[in-house]
């Protein structure tokens, strides 16, 4: 199993932009498809972006299209980030990092590893 650890929340302002990083320890992580999926207040936890190795086969939901891009990097393809850009003020939730292998996927039941979350909220 990938263990994951997320950083760079915190307050955004709206129209700002915030980077969220996450870093993954494991084998293989070649292999691993990175996701990032989030949880607004009182509402249930929905996908925002997953990427494979190489970012050609992201996915990204349609709230966030055009203005979040996921990237993965790292020496040993082991940190996914999560640019977010044109920050919305429904952009606030915490947001969690999760992995599976080897399929991308937007189904959450499909990722085996998360994150414990971070907080982003708008400060606006």
């Known amino acids: 199993q990938v263990q994951l650890v997320e950083s760079g929340g915190g307050l955004v302002q709206t129209g700002g932009s915030q980077t969220l990083s996450c870093t993954a320890s494991?084998?293989?992580?070649?292999?691993?498809?990175m996701a990032w999926f989030r949880q607004a207040p009182g509402k249930e936890r929905e996908f925002v972006a997953a990427?494979?190795?190489?970012?050609?086969?992201?996915?990204y939901s349609d709230s966030v299209k055009g203005r979040f891009t996921i990237s993965r990097d790292g020496a040993r393809n082991n940190k996914a980030y999560l640019q977010m850009n044109s920050l919305k003020p429904e952009d606030t939730a915490v947001y969690y990092c999760?992995?599976?292998?080897?399929?991308?996927?937007?189904?959450?039941?499909?990722?085996?590893?998360w994150g414990q979350g971070i907080q982003v909220t708008d400060s606006s």
């Open positions: 990427s494979t190795l190489k970012a050609e086969s992201a996915l």
């Open positions: 494991g084998r293989a992580m070649s292999s691993v498809v």
């Open positions: 999760a992995a599976k292998r080897p399929f991308i996927s937007r189904i959450e039941a499909d990722y085996e590893s």
